[in-house]
């Protein structure tokens, strides 16, 4: 017989670490973010392309493309492009060559480039928050479990 209470244990321990990832996660995310409304610029750009990807159950993903122009230190322009995540109604909404506006930080345009203004689209980030609660949620309805079905 499996002894319940290494089992609850064992389910309690998971709990905690799946918290703590999670909230370490969220707040990277939340930093990311608080960085990119301090420190980043807004600039125009265009949408290069539109990707719809099929993923494992038939769920859907939508990307855009996108290629801005950069002020470099020496005052050269330099290009880049960056990929969003975005949800469908954006999707719908964006069309090839047309500008967008998007905010990105200097230092790192690619990485941190993201749509914003009108076009702002937080899907990912919301994506994120949803699977990580799972993470979250599920150890912690199998603790209660385990340690309801330990009472009786």
């Known amino acids: 017989m499996i002894n319940i209470t290494l089992l609850v244990l064992g ?25 990119l409304a301090m420190f980043g610029v807004n600039s125009k750009a265009i949408v290069t392309k539109k990707i719809r990807e099929t993923g494992l159950k038939g769920s859907v993903f939508y990307y855009v493309d996108y290629q801005f122009n950069v002020i470099e230190a020496d005052g050269k322009s330099k290009s880049y492009t960056a990929v969003q995540r975005v949800g469908l109604g954006m999707y719908q909404l964006l069309a090839e060559d047309m500008e967008v506006t998007i905010r990105y930080i200097p230092d790192e345009p690619t990485a941190t480039a993201r749509l914003s203004g009108l076009y702002a689209d937080e899907t990912r980030e919301r994506q994120f928050i949803l699977s990580g609660m799972a993470w979250f949620i599920i150890p912690g309805i199998m603790l209660v479990v385990l340690i309801a079905s330990s009472q009786t």
């Open 11 to 35: 389910m309690g321990v998971l709990f905690v670490l799946s918290a703590l990832i999670y909230w370490g996660a969220v707040e990277a995310k939340r930093e990311q973010a608080n960085k």
